[in-house]
């Protein structure tokens, strides 16, 4: 078990509303991501962490932000909701940055209508 | 073409049977390589890593063939429990850090 959750782990939300995804790690690893999911896609990365207040874009960053401002806690951010950003949300950690090995928690299901 | 490409299956085998699922990858750079199994509506699970000399964990193993860009996952004497999708992973990190997941493999293995 690699300590993490997701908050929340449902949500439905109307277009154009901001929605803020939170995932929380009790290990004090560095490295943070988000992906999503979608059916033929595979996960595919938002954005990633390397530190507190080091974030870099991943190949799908358009339309989200993120945030880390302690150690645990990675923030995605939807500054505007679209029915297009319906996925499915996994945050994973990295505990050897060096080895790349990562591990995921438990996913948040996002519907935007 | 895909960064990375898994034949999606699904393959239907009974228990006891051996399957072998292979993937490639189209970026020589690729770095390090890692299989993930995925139960239906659940995250991903870290299976194992991938090296070049190849690995092993019990009915599972893992061979990576560089010159060919491919990765394949061995399961021998397979179990009811090994119903999943598995997917195959390939990290970058030469002028950016990159993770690429493929579509996944969906095996059902039957009584």
């Known amino acids: 078990d690699a300590g993490i959750t997701q908050s929340p782990r449902h949500k439905v939300t109307e277009t154009g509303t901001p929605v803020t995804l939170r995932c929380h790690q009790t290990e004090n690893h560095r490295y943070m991501y988000w992906y999503r999911q979608d059916p033929g896609h595979g996960l595919r990365l938002i954005h990633y962490?390397?530190?507190?207040?080091?974030?870099d874009k991943g190949e799908v960053s358009d339309g989200y932000s993120v945030s880390r401002s302690k150690t645990e806690d990675f923030l995605l951010t939807l500054e505007s909701a679209t029915s297009s950003q319906t996925s499915v949300y996994f945050c994973?950690?990295?505990?050897?940055?060096?080895?790349?090995?990562?591990?995921f928690g438990p996913g948040t299901r996002l519907t935007v209508t | 073409r895909k960064e990375v490409e898994q034949d999606p299956g699904p393959f239907n085998v009974p228990e006891g049977a051996t399957v072998a699922f292979n993937c490639t990858y189209s970026n020589s750079a690729s770095q390090s390589f890692f299989w993930y199994r995925q139960d239906c509506r659940k995250e991903p699970k870290l299976l194992m890593s991938v090296y070049s000399s190849g690995n092993e964990d019990g009915r599972f193993t893992a061979q990576l063939n560089r010159a060919s860009q491919y990765i394949s996952l061995l399961i021998r004497d397979s179990k009811l429990s090994d119903s999943a999708t598995y997917l195959c992973?390939?990290?970058?990190?030469?002028?950016?850090?990159?993770?690429?997941f493929g579509a996944g493999t969906r095996l059902f293995v039957k009584a």
């Open positions: 962490s390397y530190g507190v207040k080091d974030t």
């Open positions: 994973a950690i990295s505990p050897h940055g060096d080895s790349y090995e990562q591990y």
């Open positions: 992973v390939v990290i970058l990190n030469t002028g950016g850090f990159k993770t690429i």
